[in-house]
């Protein structure tokens, strides 16, 4: 569930159903990403937290299987898959479920996969990908020119994120209002972002912070990544362009 509004109306429906006909003693278990806790912890002060943790053996073996029969691919990607992860040198690097998920997805697609015990590499086609779609749809109608203006962007959101870290020190711009994250995508207008120019406001934000599937606007208002070394490689990668 995406959109907060939702969020909060299932929750709520929780609640109101345990106090209904549970006689407030009803017991439920709700899964959320740590970036939504605080939604849960609004209309459920007092519960048990647990964390989830996938044993490597289960992710080697069983994980592959268990997205592509919900994904309703081929099963011929999860051998692959399985296959693939079970060299310890790939698997020291794609050890994640969501790492694997998108192995899967360039398996199904053909890709060409390169190095996989080089993490880095991998990464950066994970980054491309997520440019290249809007919330896993394929169909875009981004020119080049603008498909590398939006990489340099997300890169300039990561750089900037990273910043965040130290913010005390050295007062960086914050990316925890809609109104920072504005003021951030307003630098699109400076020609270091050929074909941005004309998008609005809400178009660019939706595109960055919603579209792209890596990053998101958590239930604090925090900017969140998918996963961290994405961030930071992405950072990185602002630092290697021969223009800055």
């Known amino acids: 569930i995406v959109e907060q509004s939702r969020i909060v109306s299932v ?11 549970g006689a407030g003693h009803s017991r439920c278990v709700i899964s959320t990403r740590p970036s939504h806790q605080d ?3 609004e209309v459920f002060p007092i519960m048990n937290l647990f964390k989830m943790h996938f044993e490597d053996a289960s992710l080697q ?25 079970q060299d310890d040198e790939v698997f020291n690097h794609i050890d994640r479920p969501l790492l694997i998920g998108w192995l899967c997805r360039f398996v199904r697609d053909g890709v060409d996969l390169g190095d996989l ?23 875009n109608t981004f020119s080049e020119v603008q498909i590398d203006s939006i990489k340099r962007m997300r890169d300039c959101i990561a750089f900037v994120d990273l910043l965040g870290i130290a913010r005390e020190k050295i007062g960086t711009i914050e990316l925890v209002t809609k109104k920072n994250r504005l003021k951030l995508l307003a630098i699109r207008d400076s020609g270091f972002f050929p074909g941005l120019e004309n998008m609005s406001e809400e178009e660019a934000h939706r595109l960055f912070f919603e579209d792209m599937s890596l990053i998101f606007v958590s239930g604090t208002g925090q900017i969140a990544w998918t996963h961290e070394h994405l961030r930071e490689y992405s950072a990185a990668l602002l630092c290697t362009l021969e223009d800055i």
């Open 11 to 21: 929750l709520q429906w929780l609640d109101d159903f345990g106090d209904r006909f």
């Open 39 to 41: 939604y849960v912890f």
């Open 61 to 85: 073996n069983h994980f592959p299987q268990a997205l592509v029969k919900a994904w309703k691919m081929s099963e011929i990607v999860s051998h692959k898959v399985s296959k693939i992860i």
């Open 117 to 139: 015990t080089e993490s880095y590499s991998f990464y950066e086609k994970i980054l491309d990908q997520a440019v290249n779609t809007r919330r896993f749809d394929s169909n």
